[in-house]
Each structure stands twice: as structure tokens, then as C-alpha cells.
């Protein structure tokens, strides 16, 4: 669980110090400017952006039942960032599965990429594919009821 927050504590704590360095020399409007763009990078690399991570088993297992692509993700990734990003309320149609959590997930992974954890790896019809364009995506999800 820790190591998922890893990369937004440590924007922030960063943020702070720069932050509190630009307002100790006089410069507070510039503080405030950085301070919000080191929030919103460690926001953006934290697991709140993404949907509720469920189990590799689960998500299979509802795949199997709705036709829904299942997401191999882990946080700090910046191309699952940009998958999620591009998919936007989309990405809610997706069973997502964070790799960090779920070892099976993590399995996988490794299954489908050579041994390696690479991600974003979407499964769709139980065929994987590594880092798909987020467009291709998309046009994999079923028609909105």
C-alpha cells in the first residue's frame, strides 16, 4: 500500500520545501504557483484517479460475463496515467486491476509480457495487449445502454 503513495508523498513534501523556500525569500506568488503544479503531479500519480482496483480473479470473471476489457495497471505509471486520462469517464466501463495489490494481477502481467510487469496491459477477449493506444481502447468498450 505504501509503496502506491511513494510517489505522491514525495511530490508534496517537495512541493512544501520549494514552497517554503520561495516564501522565506519574498516571492510568495511564485510559491503558490508551484506549490499548486507539485499537487496536481502528485495527484495525478496517486491511485485516487483511477478507478477501484478489484482482483485479477474478479475482474476476469466479470469480463467473462459483460465483454468489459480488464486493466493491468500499477500507480506511478505514467503511460496507465495517460491511458486513464485519455479513456476519461470511459474508463469507469474497464475492470481495473492494480498490479501492486494483486498478485495474480502482477502474474498476469509477467504472463503476457515476456516475464515483465509492463504496463498498462489491457485484455480484451482474453488476448493481451501492451500499452494499446488509448483510442483502440475505447473503440473496445461496448456501446453505452
Known sequence: MMRAWFLPMLLVLCGSAVTAELVSTGRPG???V???MFL???GVNSPLIFPRP????EAQRRSAADGRPVVLWRPGCKYCVRLRLHLGRNAAQMHWV?????PEGAAAARAANHGN???PTVIV???AHTNPDPEWV???LPPPA
Do not use: F
Open 40 to 42: 496536481v503531479l502528485a
Open 54 to 57: 478489484i482482483s485479477a480473479l
Open 138 to 140: 475505447r473503440d473496445q
Open 98 to 102: 492494480n498490479i501492486w495489490k494483486d
Open 34 to 36: 508551484l506549490l499548486l
Open 125 to 127: 477477449a482474453g488476448r
Open 117 to 119: 510487469e509492463t504496463v
Open 30 to 32: 511564485t510559491a503558490v
